[in-house]
C-alpha cells in the first residue's frame, strides 16, 4: 500500500528494523507523534489560555472515534488504558454472591484477571478452555452460559493466537439466554473490520497504541446506549457529572452516556495522537487497510506452512483469522537464543513461550516476511 519513501517518513522505524510486532506495540506514526508534540510544544507556549482550543480537539477525536466504530460519540469515553476501560465494566454491575460470569480460560489479563478478580465478590466462573487448534469459538462460550450469568467477556482477538471471535454471534447468543456481552477489542480495531452496531455487543474496549499506531497510553470505553443503566460507575470524579467545573454543586445527576466513567483530566498528547492516528486510517481506508492485514496474514501462513513451520490456526475458516500470526516453538523455533536472535538481525517479533507470534500491519510488505524467515532459516 505505501512506497518505500512513504512507509520511512510515515513510520520512521521501519528504515531500521523489519517491524512484524505490532500486536505488542504498533510503532506510531510521524502524523501521531507530531500531533502530540505539536499539543505540548502549545502547552509550553500558551498554557491555560490554550484550554478551549483543547476541549474542542478532545469532544472532536471523541466523535471521530465513535464514527470510525460506528457508534454514538455519547457511547464513547476515554480512558487510561484498556484494561481500566474493562474494569469499569466489571466494577460496574452490582453483583450478588451466586452470580457468574464466563470467559476464555487463557484470555488476556486486562480481561480474564479482572473477571477472575470477582470472587472476592462471591461470583463464580466459567474458564472456558482453548481448543486443541488454538480457538475458543463463540459457541463455547455461550454453552457454558447459566441462568445465573450476568456477564459474557472475550477477546475479539486472541492475543496469543489471533484467533477472531465471531462478535455478532456472541452477542446474540448472550442477549437469547438474558446476559450482557463486553468484547476486548485491542487486538483487532485497526487491523480487522470492528463495528459494535453490527456487533449488538453491550460494551466494547479498545486501545490506542497498537494496530491504530497511536501514543502509549490510551484507552476507549464504549457502552451501548441501551445498556448504559445495566453498570454503574464503581467511583465518581471531577468529570463523572454533567458540569465538572461546576465545583460549587458537588452533588450532581450522572453525566449522560459514557461520559459518567470518566474520573479525571483527560491526556491530552494521547488523544491528538489518537486523532491523527485516525485521520491517516481514513486517509488510506480501514476497508483496503484490513483487506491488506488479511493479505499479509494469509502470505505469512502460506511461506510458514511451505517451510515446515507449524502454524496455530491455519484449519480456522478465513473469517476467524486477524493481523496476528504464531508459529509453534518447535524444531528450531525452539531455542532459547531466538529473541537475541531476531533482535541482532533488525527483526521485531515476539518471541514467547510456546510460540513466535508475527503481526504485519499495512506498512509492511512481502520482502519483510521474506527476511524473517531468512533469520529463521528452515524449521
Given at each position: 500500500?505505501?512506497?518505500?519513501?512513504?512507509?520511512?517518513?510515515?513510520?520512521?522505524?521501519?528504515?531500521?528494523?523489519?517491524?512484524?510486532?505490532?500486536?505488542?506495540?504498533?510503532?506510531?506514526?510521524?502524523?501521531?507523534?507530531?500531533?502530540?508534540?505539536?499539543?505540548?510544544?502549545?502547552?509550553?507556549?500558551?498554557?491555560?489560555?490554550?484550554?478551549?482550543?483543547?476541549?474542542?480537539?478532545?469532544?472532536?477525536?471523541?466523535?471521530?472515534?465513535?464514527?470510525?466504530?460506528?457508534?454514538?460519540?455519547?457511547?464513547?469515553?476515554?480512558?487510561?488504558?484498556?484494561?481500566?476501560?474493562?474494569?469499569?465494566?466489571?466494577?460496574?454491575?452490582?453483583?450478588?454472591?451466586?452470580?457468574?460470569?464466563?470467559?476464555?480460560?487463557?484470555?488476556?489479563?486486562?480481561?480474564?484477571?479482572?473477571?477472575?478478580?470477582?470472587?472476592?465478590?462471591?461470583?463464580?466462573?466459567?474458564?472456558?478452555?482453548?481448543?486443541?487448534?488454538?480457538?475458543?469459538?463463540?459457541?463455547?462460550?455461550?454453552?457454558?452460559?447459566?441462568?445465573?450469568?450476568?456477564?459474557?467477556?472475550?477477546?475479539?482477538?486472541?492475543?496469543?493466537?489471533?484467533?477472531?471471535?465471531?462478535?455478532?454471534?456472541?452477542?446474540?447468543?448472550?442477549?437469547?439466554?438474558?446476559?450482557?456481552?463486553?468484547?476486548?477489542?485491542?487486538?483487532g480495531i485497526g487491523a480487522v473490520p470492528v463495528d459494535v452496531k453490527q456487533w449488538d455487543v453491550d460494551f466494547a474496549t479498545f486501545e490506542g497504541r497498537k494496530w491504530l499506531n497511536?501514543?502509549?497510553?490510551?484507552?476507549?470505553?464504549?457502552?451501548?446506549?441501551?445498556?448504559?443503566?445495566?453498570?454503574?460507575?464503581?467511583?465518581?470524579?471531577?468529570?463523572?457529572?454533567?458540569?465538572?467545573?461546576?465545583?460549587?454543586?458537588?452533588?450532581?445527576?450522572?453525566?449522560?452516556?459514557?461520559?459518567?466513567?470518566?474520573?479525571?483530566?483527560?491526556?491530552?498528547?494521547?488523544?491528538?495522537?489518537?486523532?491523527?492516528?485516525?485521520?491517516?486510517?481514513?486517509?488510506?481506508?480501514?476497508?483496503?487497510?484490513?483487506?491488506?492485514?488479511?493479505?499479509?496474514?494469509?502470505?505469512?501462513?502460506?511461506?510458514?506452512?511451505?517451510?515446515?513451520?507449524?502454524?496455530?490456526?491455519?484449519?480456522?475458516?478465513?473469517?476467524?483469522?486477524?493481523?496476528?500470526?504464531?508459529?509453534?516453538?518447535?524444531?528450531?523455533?525452539?531455542?532459547?537464543?531466538?529473541?537475541?536472535?531476531?533482535?541482532?538481525?533488525?527483526?521485531?517479533?515476539?518471541?514467547?513461550?510456546?510460540?513466535?507470534?508475527?503481526?504485519?500491519?499495512?506498512?509492511?510488505?512481502?520482502?519483510?516476511?521474506?527476511?524473517?524467515?531468512?533469520?529463521?532459516?528452515?524449521?
Open positions: 500500500m505505501l512506497s518505500a519513501t512513504e512507509r520511512v517518513r510515515l513510520f520512521p522505524v521501519l528504515g531500521r528494523l523489519t517491524y512484524l510486532n505490532t500486536a505488542w506495540r504498533g510503532p506510531i506514526s510521524t502524523p501521531a507523534a507530531d500531533a502530540a508534540k505539536g499539543y505540548i510544544d502549545d502547552l509550553a507556549l500558551r498554557g491555560v489560555t490554550g484550554f478551549d482550543d483543547w476541549q474542542r480537539v478532545w469532544f472532536a477525536a471523541r466523535d471521530e472515534f465513535a464514527a470510525f466504530v460506528n457508534a454514538q460519540p455519547a457511547e464513547i469515553q476515554f480512558l487510561p488504558n484498556a484494561t481500566e476501560a474493562f474494569a469499569r465494566i466489571a466494577l460496574g454491575i452490582d453483583w450478588r454472591p451466586g452470580d457468574h460470569a464466563v470467559v476464555p480460560a487463557r484470555d488476556y489479563p486486562g480481561v480474564a484477571r479482572v473477571l477472575n478478580d470477582l470472587a472476592r465478590k462471591g461470583v463464580e466462573l466459567a474458564n472456558v478452555p482453548t481448543r486443541p487448534d488454538g480457538s475458543v469459538p463463540a459457541e463455547d462460550l455461550i454453552a457454558a452460559i447459566n441462568p445465573r450469568t450476568r456477564l459474557v467477556a472475550a477477546s475479539h482477538v486472541d492475543f496469543r493466537t489471533g484467533y477472531r471471535m465471531d462478535a455478532a454471534k456472541l452477542a446474540a447468543g448472550c442477549r437469547a439466554r438474558g446476559a450482557l456481552c463486553a468484547l476486548d477489542s485491542v487486538q497511536g501514543l502509549d497510553t490510551l484507552g476507549v470505553l464504549y457502552v451501548r446506549q441501551g445498556s448504559l443503566d445495566a453498570l454503574t460507575p464503581h467511583t465518581l470524579g471531577t468529570y463523572s457529572v454533567p458540569s465538572p467545573y461546576d465545583f460549587e454543586t458537588p452533588n450532581q445527576p450522572l453525566a449522560p452516556g459514557a461520559q459518567r466513567f470518566q474520573l479525571g483530566a483527560p491526556a491530552m498528547p494521547q488523544v491528538y495522537a489518537l486523532r491523527a492516528a485516525l485521520k491517516l486510517q481514513n486517509e488510506f481506508g480501514p476497508a483496503r487497510i484490513t483487506a491488506r492485514v488479511a493479505e499479509l496474514s494469509r502470505e505469512l501462513r502460506q511461506i510458514a506452512a511451505a517451510r515446515g513451520y507449524s502454524v496455530i490456526g491455519n484449519d480456522w475458516n478465513a473469517q476467524h483469522h486477524s493481523g496476528i500470526v504464531s508459529l509453534r516453538r518447535e524444531g528450531r523455533l525452539a531455542e532459547t537464543g531466538l529473541g537475541a536472535k531476531l533482535a541482532a538481525a533488525h527483526v521485531a517479533a515476539s518471541a514467547r513461550q510456546g510460540i513466535l507470534r508475527v503481526s504485519p500491519h499495512y506498512y509492511n510488505e512481502s520482502a519483510d516476511l521474506q527476511r524473517l524467515f531468512e533469520v529463521l532459516g528452515a524449521s
